[in-house]
């Protein structure tokens, strides 16, 4: 990123002056950062049982990464949408509860994430948990002491790429990087003209590749470091 400063001194006409910065990194939380596969199947049954229905769909790949509305409509195909509602209220306490202790950072994530922040790279996380979940399971993985922010879903459960696009409005962000698994990952760096890195060990990886074919990658965080 390139910022233009304007440099005075005495005696001569201003000149614009050239500044390089730290292009900033967005992280995706769930499948790029932390393994939450676990606890999130558990708290999906539990929430699934409490209000009289089995869970169908067991496929991380295709339960992890969507709105939880969406994921639940995939876990069990049948419900309605005021029970899909009841079933989300039901996941979200069981997970702030107890389902986020089930999850783990992925080998290098600390590393990396120190290394961008020694490099002065911003860093964020967004994230389609809601808020509450984002912040619960960031201060429990530590990565609150990481990052300087993690954006989640508020009530109005907005597409990744709109959101993305609300923080590059906010910090004036003219290009960056995107690490992340999914679809909605993919869709939210193109949008806003973001570098897109392919967490190859994410729970929708294979999804990317079948709808877009080879896509650069990364076979594990610790390969941020060489990209420095």
Not at 8 to 25: D, R, S
Not at 87 to 95: F, G, L, M, T
């Amino acid at each position: 990123m390139i910022w233009w400063l304007r440099c005075v001194v005495p005696g001569l006409m201003p000149e614009k002056v050239a500044i390089l910065m730290p292009e900033p990194w967005i992280f995706d939380l769930d499948g790029t950062l932390a393994d939450s596969s676990e606890g999130i199947l558990e708290s999906l049954e539990m929430a699934l049982n409490s209000c009289g229905h089995p869970i169908l769909v067991r496929d991380t790949n295709r339960l992890i990464g969507p709105n939880l509305p969406i994921s639940v409509g995939i876990a069990n195909p049948n419900l309605g949408a005021d029970t899909i509602t009841r079933v989300v209220e039901a996941y979200r306490s069981h997970y702030n509860l107890t389902g986020h202790k089930k999850s783990k950072l992925y080998p290098g994530a600390v590393e990396a994430l120190t290394r961008l922040a020694a490099a002065k790279h911003p860093i964020y996380i967004l994230t389609n948990k809601i808020q509450k979940a984002a912040d619960i399971i960031a201060r429990h993985l530590g990565l609150d002491q990481l990052v300087d922010h993690i954006y989640g879903q508020d009530a109005s459960e907005q597409p990744k790429p709109d959101r993305l696009m609300a923080i590059v409005r906010k910090h004036g962000l003219k290009e960056g990087v995107l690490v992340g698994d999914g679809l909605d990952d993919y869709a939210a760096a193109r949008q806003a003209n973001f570098r897109f890195l392919l967490a190859m060990w994410g729970y929708g990886t294979s999804v990317v590749l079948r709808e877009h074919g080879p896509v650069a990658g990364l076979n594990g965080l610790e390969e941020i470091a060489g990209l420095l």
